[in-house]
């Protein structure tokens, strides 16, 4: 039986061109090319979720409020170039962005450049079409990836109503904040739990967690043999003095995502068994002097509580908020950060098939 749609039509010539620049007249286009969103391709998408119901509200989007129901997600999914099998991640990423911790009225606000970064886990990332080995944050193929991170950036706009220079006051924004940004993490190749597991779900589950993150920061090296060494440089470079988690001192949520190459994995796992381990030395590690901010900086520091009785300023406040994820190609030497925008706490949610 066909989804009853509820959704006002739209008409427009047959040819991709015209429904390109009415997309951007109206300002529900990304300026890329659209998948038309016809009656016939919405059903098929709906048909991707067990979700009968056409009107059923998944969430509620910043910054003006507007209502997620399944077939304005699937309108969006469509546009995007989703397959029906990637609706249920789609839905799941909006669910997860509306628990109050993640704080998505303040990422459509601010002035920083912070998007949701979708992490996925579970037996389905390849069916799927998920990016999680070589160029998984960009230039791989993976079908999934492309289109179900454009599509959660469809939906902030086309039903949150989020703009740069409108709604939103973004100073640089960021590339994810046209295409998205939806990779999974290699489970077959660390010896630590998942991600998913981590946060308190099995490896037979689907989950997707959300990361409010500024944009990614590419490490590089060659040089460390000793993996301590090389733990250690991963821990100064994401102590960086400008970054959003050291902008104001009462900025103690969020947690920095540290993408780690599966060789590079091997190598920690046999020197860190355990995940705390890895994570409770880069904690310790993770700081800088406060020396580095000139004095009237230092003030701030001081009477926001960031300097420690050594001197020093961490960029997190405790281990847990530095998160390993493996994931990349086998080439080793690079590693990749996602910084946090410091007012968001990331969030999971499990798909629903």
């Not at 066909?2 to 739209?10: D, E, G, R, T, Y």
């Not at 002035?111 to 960009?138: E, F, H, K, Q, W």
């Not at 490490?219 to 970054?243: G, R, V």
């Amino acid at each position: 039986m066909s989804a009853v749609l509820q959704s006002s039509l739209i008409r427009v010539k047959n040819d991709p061109e015209a429904l390109l620049e009415l997309s951007l007249a109206e300002k529900w286009g990304d300026g890329l090319p659209l998948v038309p969103a016809t009656d016939d391709r919405v059903e098929a998408m709906l048909a991707g979720t067990p979700r009968l119901s056409t009107d059923i509200v998944v969430s509620e989007l910043a910054p003006r409020h507007g209502i997620a129901t399944v077939e304005v997600i699937a309108i969006n999914a469509v546009l995007a170039g989703c397959q029906p099998k990637h609706l249920p991640l789609v839905i799941a990423t909006l669910e997860a962005m509306s628990k109050p911790f993640y704080n998505s009225f303040g990422h459509a606000t601010t002035t920083s450049s912070v998007t949701p970064m979708i992490m996925v886990n579970g037996p389905l990332r390849d069916d799927m079409g998920i990016n999680y080995r070589a160029g998984c944050l960009g230039g791989a193929d993976g079908r999934g990836s492309a289109t179900i991170g454009r599509a959660v950036q469809l939906c902030l706009r086309n039903i949150g109503g989020l703009r740069a220079g409108e709604s939103s006051r973004t100073v640089f924004g960021q590339p994810a904040r046209l295409g998205g940004l939806c990779f999974g993490e290699w489970e077959e190749r660390s010896d630590w739990p998942s991600l998913a597991e981590r946060r308190g779900y099995t490896r037979d589950q689907e989950v997707v967690t959300v990361h409010g993150g500024k944009g990614t920061m590419a490490l590089a090296n060659q040089n460390s043999e000793d993996d301590h060494d090389l733990a250690y440089l991963i821990a100064k470079s994401m102590a960086s003095p400008m970054s959003n988690l050291l902008l104001v001192p009462r900025f103690t949520n969020g947690e920095i995502v540290v993408l780690i190459n599966p060789k590079w994995a091997e190598r920690f796992s046999k020197t860190f068994p355990k995940m705390e381990s890895f994570q409770d030395y880069l904690f310790e590690h993770c700081w800088q002097p406060i020396e580095t901010w000139r004095p009237t900086d230092q003030g701030y520091m001081r009477e926001g509580g960031r300097v420690d009785s050594k001197g020093r300023v961490h960029a997190v406040t405790r281990p847990d908020r530095i998160q390993p994820v493996v994931c990349g190609g086998l080439g080793g030497l690079h590693g990749t950060i996602l910084p946090s925008w410091g007012e968001s706490e990331m969030q999971s949610q499990e798909t629903v098939r």
